[in-house]
């Protein structure tokens, strides 16, 4: 099957910086998504980024769906986007595969 | 986007009795919906697909005898973890699409003693 890779695995940052979390994938996908799980579980949807570029507010995200990679960027960092932040592909209407995730914590 | 119900949001029981998980789409007719599994500190793995009206498909190496997913309206499927053990004990997120993006439940904390 598919393999998602993330990096870094952890991140730890100052709040106000800046920060880019990588995904590579192994084969070309119909879906890519980027999610933000909160301390409770709940997954968030973030992007919805096949192709192409997005922003929302702080955050944005890219994705070369020819070289098989997404990046997503925050800037000026708070220390509610502390959490996992996972990117997942999927061809379509399939259910997902994740990548294992980037911790991110922001210090105050 | 898509509203998604789980129900309970959390479940302590003993090894060897069953536990029945809902999923409910709030505010669209979901005919497929899809169960994950996720241990502490690890990611999302895919258990199975829910499908209205049919039979459920189930992973590679997950058991459809022990995880039985009854899909029985175009809102609501369940998952049951039948004779649950500890290692079974994770915590198990439903979700749906709506169009080509998937929106997820907020999660089922199992716990088996």
């Known amino acids: 099957g598919i393999q998602v890779e993330q990096s870094p695995p952890d991140l730890i940052l100052q709040e106000g910086a800046n920060s880019t979390l990588r995904c590579n994938f192994s084969d070309s996908v119909n879906n890519l998504q980027w999610f933000h799980q909160n301390p409770w579980g709940q997954l968030i949807n973030l992007f919805y980024i096949p192709s192409g570029t997005k922003q929302n507010g702080r955050l944005s995200a890219t994705t070369v769906a020819t070289e098989r990679y997404s990046l997503l960027y925050i800037s000026s960092s708070q220390t509610t986007d502390s959490g996992v932040y996972f990117c997942a592909v999927g061809g379509g209407a399939d259910g997902l595969t994740f990548g294992k995730g980037t911790h991110l914590i922001i210090q105050p | 986007g898509a509203v998604v119900s789980q129900h309970p949001s959390w479940v302590i029981c003993k090894s060897g009795t069953s536990v029945k998980i809902e999923c409910r789409s709030l505010d669209f007719q979901a005919t497929t919906m899809f169960w994950y599994r996720q241990f502490p500190k690890q990611s999302l793995m895919l258990m199975a697909t829910s499908n209205e009206g049919s039979k459920a498909t189930y992973e590679q190496g997950v058991e459809k005898d022990k995880f039985l997913i009854n899909h029985a309206s175009l809102t609501l499927s369940t998952l049951t973890v039948t004779s649950a053990h500890p290692e079974d004990s994770s915590f198990y997120i439903c979700?749906?699409?709506?169009?080509?993006?998937?929106?997820f439940g907020p999660g089922t904390r199992l716990t088996v003693l």
């Open positions: 979700s749906v699409n709506r169009g080509l993006t998937q929106y």
